[in-house]
């Protein structure tokens, strides 16, 4: 299957502004970013999906692939849907799209590689990553977006909150109890059903816990997970920038 990878990028970041262009290690975290992406071997092209003239003229000017896309969008899925429309217009057809955070300058490409893995099911409707809980700190963190399965590695439910919670036991004996399983943020969607879900309007389970990946469940959408070992560092305020070049 024809697959892409998108890679959303704001200028206009609340809590760190101007960060797809911020320098890390001689490259803008956007170009780190992208050379990561195109390592994949499944990926037939990559795309970053932007509403910033900055931005865009930046990914020109390095030879990558850019789109301008509205600048309305409140969430990355809508961008990712409106670059598919904008290719298909041309007469470029994907049948997956992976939806890449532009704020992983490290992201490995075997994550990419990993996700996609999971459309040689032909039932995969979209397809994300988990990896193992291993530090209280992880358990207990809001940030930290924890998850459960069924037996068929699909998702049952994503919350903020340490899911399952374990009855009778204390909560500081809950690593070892039990394999709890903390979300990794890559999406990749049959591209039909991303046009479903860029339709789809908030949920209720949305609105409490602020995790869009929950309205899709309430519609019925499955989402299917692998397990993975690789966690790329996100880079969120300047503050994290510092703790990324400090491991790198």
């Not at 609340?14 to 499944?42: C, D, H, N, W």
């Not at 900055?54 to 020109?60: D, G, L, Q, S």
């Not at 057809?93 to 996609?116: C, R, T, W």
């Not at 049952?156 to 204390?170: E, K, V």
Request: charged share 25%; aromatic share 8%.
């Amino acid at each position: 299957m024809k697959s892409i990878g998108i890679i959303p990028s704001r200028y206009a970041s609340t809590r760190f502004p101007g960060k797809p262009l911020t320098i890390i290690k001689g490259k803008t975290m956007i170009q780190r970013v992208y050379e990561q992406a195109i390592k994949s071997k499944k990926l037939s092209t990559v795309f970053v999906a932007t509403d910033d003239s900055r931005i865009y003229n930046h990914v020109n000017s390095f030879g990558g692939n850019v789109l301008m896309t509205d600048s309305k969008h409140t969430n990355g899925t809508t961008r990712c849907n409106q670059v598919i429309s904008i290719l298909e217009n041309t007469g470029k057809l994907f049948e997956i799209a992976v939806n890449i955070q532009g704020d992983e300058p490290y992201i490995n490409p075997e994550q990419i590689d990993s996700v996609i893995s999971l459309f040689e099911n032909n039932n995969v409707q979209i397809g994300t990553l988990a990896k193992k809980i291993t530090t209280d700190d992880e358990l207990f963190d809001p940030n930290v977006v924890k998850m459960v399965l069924n037996n068929k590695h699909n998702a049952m439910l994503f919350s903020r909150h340490p899911i399952p919670m374990l009855r009778d036991i204390n909560n500081k004996n809950w690593l070892n109890s039990f394999e709890f399983l903390k979300h990794i943020g890559l999406y990749a969607y049959k591209t039909s059903v991303l046009k479903n879900i860029a339709n789809m309007p908030t949920g209720k389970l949305e609105q409490a816990e602020k995790l869009e990946q929950l309205r899709w469940l309430e519609n019925g959408i499955s989402i299917s997970v692998k397990i993975t070992d690789y966690e790329s560092i996100a880079i969120d305020t300047p503050d994290d920038l510092l703790k990324l070049e400090t491991k790198y």
